[in-house]
C-alpha cells in the first residue's frame, strides 16, 4: 500500500479518494444519530425561519457554522446522512489541500500521495470525526493558514503572506471560535522564522479583524450586537460547556494518534539531513499541537470531534516517519499494525458508546428511532420549547422560541425571582406559543407559580415531563 501511495499523481489521489469513500460508507447507514449533530441542524432549521441569529436564536454556535447548516437545512431538510456525505466530500477537498500544500512547499524530499492519505486516516479515527463539525468547517480554513507560514519559511520574505494568513484565520475563526487563539501561534511563528516587522504586523492584524468586523457590522445594523457579544462571545467563555463526551474518553480517543505523531517527530529529528526550513516547519507545527491543546479552554462543547483540530499535526509527523523509513518491509509491517490498532480502538470506542445508547445514558448518541410521547402519543412536526437538554425532542420537531440552547436560556431561566426574567419569559412563550414544553428539570411547576396563565394554557402529561397547549 505505502509503495503504490509514495508517488503523486492524480490516479493515486482518487485511490484516496475511494478510500475515504469506503470508510466513512458504513457509517453513514448507521442506525444512531450524534447528538450534536441533531443540536446544529436544530440551530440551521429555526434560521430558515428568518430569524436572526443570536438575536432570535439563542445560541453559541459560530456565526459561518450556523449558516453552512441553515443551508443544508434548506437544500437537503434535517438530514445527519447529508451531513455525514458533506463531510466526507470536505474531507477528500481537504485531503487533497493538504497534500498540495506540503508540495508547493517542498517540505519533503519528494512528491508523495502520504500526506493525503495520512490526513484521510486521521480524520477518520473516530466516528463522530464524520459529522461536518464546526471544528472541520473551521479547519478547511486553517490548513492556508498552514500554507502561508510554511512557505514564508520556505521562500523568504513575502509581505501578503501575513494578510492572507490573518485573513484565512479570521475566517476559519467564524467557523470555530477556538481558532482565534491561534492567532498567537501564528504572530510567534511568523516573528521568530520570518522576517516580521510593526507593518507585517498590523497587516495581519487587520486581516484578522476584518471579517469579524464585518459579521459586528451586519449584527449592529440589524440591532443585536449586544446578543452576539452575550450569546457567542460570553457564551463560549464563559457559560458552563456541553460535555458530549468526558474528558477521560477524549484523551483515550486522541492520546494514540498523538503517540504515533510524537515517535514521528522524534524520530525524525533524530536525522540530521534536513534543512533548516524543514525544521521550521517542524517547530510550526509542534506549535500548532501546543496550541491546539490551549484551544480546549475555549471549548464549549466537549466531544471528540474538536480532536480534529489536530488532524493536521498527526498527518505531518506521520509522513515523516514513514518516508524516513527505509526498508520496506519494516514500513510496510508498522503501517499495517498501526491501520489494525486504529481500526480496533474505532470499533471499541463506537461499541462502548452504542452500549450506552442502548441503555439511555449516552451523551452522545441517540437511535434513529427514538422519538418523544405525550401520554402514549408520539409527538411529531409541532413547534416546542425545551426546559433542560432533550436532544431526543429535536429529532422530529422545532424549537420555536429564543431559548435554543439550555445553557444560555439559564440567563432567564436560573433566576425566576426576578420580575425582568419572568416578563421575558412570558413574552418569548405567548409570542410564539409552543405546542408542546419538555421539562426535564422539573421547572415547569415554579414557573406556572409565577406566571398563572402558563397554568391554563398548558395541559401536564401523566408524568408531568410534557406540556400540551391547549388554548
Not at 467564524?174 to 487563539?181: A, E, G, H, N, R
Not at 413547534?383 to 433542560?388: E, M, P, R
Not at 431526543?392 to 425571582?417: C, M, P
Request: aromatic fraction near 18%; proline fraction near 3%; charge should be neutral.
Amino acid at each position: 500500500m505505502l509503495q503504490f501511495l509514495k508517488n503523486l499523481d492524480p490516479f493515486r489521489l482518487l485511490a484516496v479518494a475511494l478510500i475515504a469513500l469506503l470508510v466513512r460508507f458504513y457509517w453513514l447507514t448507521d442506525d444512531v444519530l450524534l447528538i450534536p449533530s441533531i443540536q446544529w441542524l436544530s440551530i440551521g432549521e429555526m434560521m430558515t425561519d428568518q430569524k436572526v441569529l443570536y438575536k432570535d436564536i439563542w445560541t453559541s454556535l459560530e456565526p459561518f457554522s450556523a449558516g453552512t447548516y441553515y443551508f443544508i437545512v434548506s437544500i437537503f431538510g434535517k438530514s445527519v446522512l447529508a451531513l455525514g456525505v458533506l463531510s466526507l466530500l470536505l474531507c477528500i477537498i481537504q485531503a487533497f489541500l493538504f497534500n498540495y500544500y506540503l508540495a508547493q512547499t517542498n517540505i519533503y524530499d519528494q512528491k508523495t500521495s502520504y500526506p493525503a492519505f495520512f490526513y484521510v486516516f486521521f480524520s477518520s479515527i473516530n466516528y463522530d470525526f464524520f459529522s461536518l463539525s464546526p471544528a472541520q468547517l473551521g479547519l478547511t480554513f486553517m490548513l492556508p493558514v498552514m500554507y502561508f507560514l510554511l512557505k514564508d519559511v520556505r521562500m523568504g520574505e513575502k509581505s501578503r503572506n501575513h494578510f492572507f494568513a490573518g485573513a484565512s484565520l479570521g475566517i476559519a475563526s467564524l467557523f470555530y471560535l477556538p481558532f482565534s487563539c491561534f492567532l498567537i501561534f501564528v504572530i510567534y511563528s511568523f516573528a521568530v522564522f520570518s522576517s516580521f516587522d510593526l507593518k507585517r504586523f498590523f497587516q495581519l492584524l487587520s486581516a484578522f479583524v476584518f471579517p469579524w468586523l464585518m459579521v459586528f457590522s451586519y449584527y449592529y445594523l440589524n440591532g443585536s450586537l449586544y446578543e452576539v457579544v452575550e450569546n457567542l462571545i460570553k457564551g463560549t467563555l464563559y457559560s458552563v460547556p456541553v460535555f458530549y463526551a468526558d474528558f477521560v474518553s477524549i484523551i483515550k480517543v486522541g492520546l494514540p494518534s498523538a503517540i504515533l505523531a510524537i515517535i514521528a517527530f522524534f524520530y525524525t529529528i533524530s536525522k540530521s539531513k534536513f534543512l533548516n526550513f524543514q525544521y521550521s516547519s517542524m517547530k510550526i507545527m509542534v506549535m500548532w499541537f501546543v496550541n491546539g491543546l490551549l484551544a480546549f479552554v475555549l471549548m464549549n462543547e466537549w466531544g471528540y470531534f474538536n480532536l480534529y483540530i489536530m488532524v493536521p499535526v498527526f498527518a505531518f509527523f506521520t509522513v515523516f516517519l514513514f518516508l524516513e523509513i527505509s526498508r520496506t518491509w519494516l514500513k510496510e509491517s508498522l503501517f499495517w499494525c498501526v491501520i489494525l490498532l486504529f481500526v480496533l480502538l474505532h470499533l471499541h470506542n463506537k461499541s462502548l458508546d452504542d452500549a450506552r445508547a442502548v441503555s439511555g445514558t449516552s451523551s452522545m448518541l441517540v437511535s434513529k428511532e427514538a422519538e418523544v410521547r405525550y401520554n402514549g402519543d408520539a409527538i411529531r412536526d409541532k413547534k416546542i420549547l425545551l426546559l433542560g437538554h432533550n436532544p431526543v425532542a429535536l429529532i422530529h420537531n422545532k424549537q420555536t422560541t429564543i431559548y435554543a440552547e439550555w445553557n444560555l436560556s439559564l440567563r432567564h431561566f436560573g433566576d425566576l425571582d426576578n420580575y425582568e426574567n419572568i416578563s421575558a419569559i412570558y413574552s418569548n412563550v405567548f409570542e410564539h406559543k409552543p405546542e408542546y414544553i419538555f421539562d426535564n428539570v422539573a421547572m415547569m411547576p415554579h414557573l406556572t407559580d409565577r406566571i398563572p396563565e402558563l397554568k391554563k394554557a398548558y395541559q401536564a402529561s401523566d408524568d408531568k415531563k410534557v406540556y400540551r397547549l391547549v388554548k
